[in-house]
Nanobody, 125 residues
Framework: QVQLVESGGGLVQTGGSLRLSCAASGLSFSVYNMGWFRQAPGKEREFVAVISWSGGAVYYAGSVKGRFAIARDNAKNTVYLQMNSLKAEDPAVYSC??????????????????WGEGTLVTVSS
């Protein structure tokens, strides 16, 4: 059974930082491309970032580029999302996703193979 379990969400002030983690089990983590999506209340789920299976390629949504960084540790079956300079528009439930097709993740949630339950990020002014 595949499980993706996120952690690290919480309340942070505007301009602050958080690091999210997603621990994977039940799949061959090192062959999966991993991504992060987010969904704010009343909005559709949107792509945030993707990292290739090797960690050699990353890609970000324009809204987070330069502020967020995705990384992975294949030895620990974990993917991370370092979020810096958090803004009022960043609060959402952040979910990690696994997909064998790297190019599919930035296109949206429809092609994701596996999802985590998500972790809530709240930003206060």
């Amino acid at each position: 059974q595949v499980q993706l379990v996120e952690s690290g969400g919480g309340l942070v002030q505007t301009g602050g930082s958080l690091r999210l983690s997603c621990a994977a089990s039940g799949l061959s983590f090192s062959v999966y491309n991993m991504g992060w999506f987010r969904q704010a209340p009343g909005k559709e789920r949107e792509f945030v970032a993707v990292i290739s299976w090797s960690g050699g390629a990353v890609y970000y949504a324009g809204s987070v580029k330069g502020r967020f960084a995705i990384a992975r540790d294949n030895a620990k079956n974990t993917v991370y999302l370092q979020m810096n300079s958090l803004k009022a528009e960043d609060p959402a439930v952040y979910s990690c996703a696994a997909n064998l097709d790297y190019s599919a993740l930035p296109k949206g949630p429809a092609g994701v193979d596996y999802w985590g339950e998500g972790t809530l990020v709240t930003v206060s002014s």
